[in-house]
């Protein structure tokens, strides 16, 4: 079995969100993705994030209905900050032996991974599928490809390769890391929450029961 585990602030959670997600389902055939939001995510720093029940009950209102998307309050139940190490040992402690596991995440925030928490006892752990949004002529996804490289190379290993479609790159110290191209949304949870603080509609951004939480909960004034 397969399962994907894609985690963020998710403040809110938005149809580019999940449209990422289902499309990665689909690309590699997971059983489940997990979508995980932040506790206390170590690397924001921004104040007045929406509390984490509520992060949490709007990834359930999103994905309620979807087969294949399910909420998980692991980095919630979990004290102190939410390190991605930390939540991928407990998926593999909770699976199945036979599970392979997936890490999802944006090619932004992986060009980023070295400032995690053992970054490099992660990227060893588990595969990891770099999500990218391309513009009509794919040239973003071509920048992002070599982006890739040049930063696991850099920072992981100097014989790190990639080949394939969807680009797979392999070398020491790598479970696997791959690049998979999504529909390109352009939506951001920083625009939804301007936009909700200015009251102005967010409808067609998020599902319409993530925006009337919001409205009842006041959570972006």
Same mark, same amino acid.
């Given at each position: 079995?397969r399962i994907?585990?894609?985690?963020?602030?998710f403040d809110?959670?938005?149809?580019?969100?999940?449209r990422a997600a289902l499309? /990665? %389902?689909?690309?590699? #055939? !997971?059983a489940?993705v997990?979508l995980i939001p932040?506790?206390?995510? $170590?690397?924001k @720093?921004r104040?007045?994030?929406?509390?984490?029940?509520?992060?949490?009950?709007?990834i359930?209102?999103? /994905? %309620?209905?979807?087969? #294949? !998307?399910?909420?998980?309050?692991v980095?919630?139940r979990?004290e102190? $900050?939410?390190? @991605?190490?930390?939540?991928?040992?407990?998926?593999?402690?909770?699976?199945?032996d036979?599970a392979e596991?997936?890490?999802?995440?944006?090619?932004?925030?992986?060009l980023e991974?070295?400032t995690?928490k053992s970054?490099?006892e992660?990227l060893?752990?588990?595969?990891?599928?770099v999500?990218s949004?391309?513009g009509?002529?794919?040239s973003?996804?071509?920048?992002g490809?070599?982006?890739?490289?040049?930063?696991?190379?850099?920072?992981?290993?100097?014989?790190v390769?990639g080949?394939?479609?969807p680009?797979s790159f392999s070398?020491?110290?790598?479970?696997g890391?791959?690049?998979?191209s999504?529909?390109a949304?352009?939506?951001?949870s920083?625009r939804?929450r301007?936009?909700?603080h200015?009251?102005?509609?967010i409808?067609f951004l998020?599902?319409?029961?993530?925006?009337d939480?919001i409205?009842?909960?006041?959570?972006?004034?």
């Open positions: 079995m994907g585990l894609f985690g963020g602030t809110p959670i938005h149809f580019g969100h999940l499309e /990665v %389902k689909e690309g590699f #055939g !997971l489940q997990f932040a506790a206390l995510p $170590p690397h @720093t104040e007045g994030v929406a509390p984490a029940a509520d992060r949490l009950h709007m359930e209102l999103a /994905v %309620k209905g979807e087969p #294949g !998307l399910t909420a998980s309050d980095e919630i979990r102190g $900050p939410s390190y @991605t190490i930390d939540t991928v040992r407990h998926f593999y402690r909770e699976a199945a036979a596991i997936f890490l999802l995440m944006g090619l932004d925030a992986f991974i070295d995690w970054f490099r992660l060893a752990l588990v595969s990891v599928i999500i949004r391309p009509g002529d794919g973003k996804a071509d920048r490809g070599k982006a890739l490289v040049d930063f696991l190379r850099a920072r992981v290993s100097a014989d390769s080949s394939g479609s680009v070398g020491t110290g790598l479970r890391v791959r690049l998979f999504v529909t949304l352009d939506i951001s920083s939804i301007e936009r909700a200015a009251g102005r509609s409808r998020t599902p319409a029961a993530v925006c939480w409205q009842t909960k006041g959570l972006y004034p």
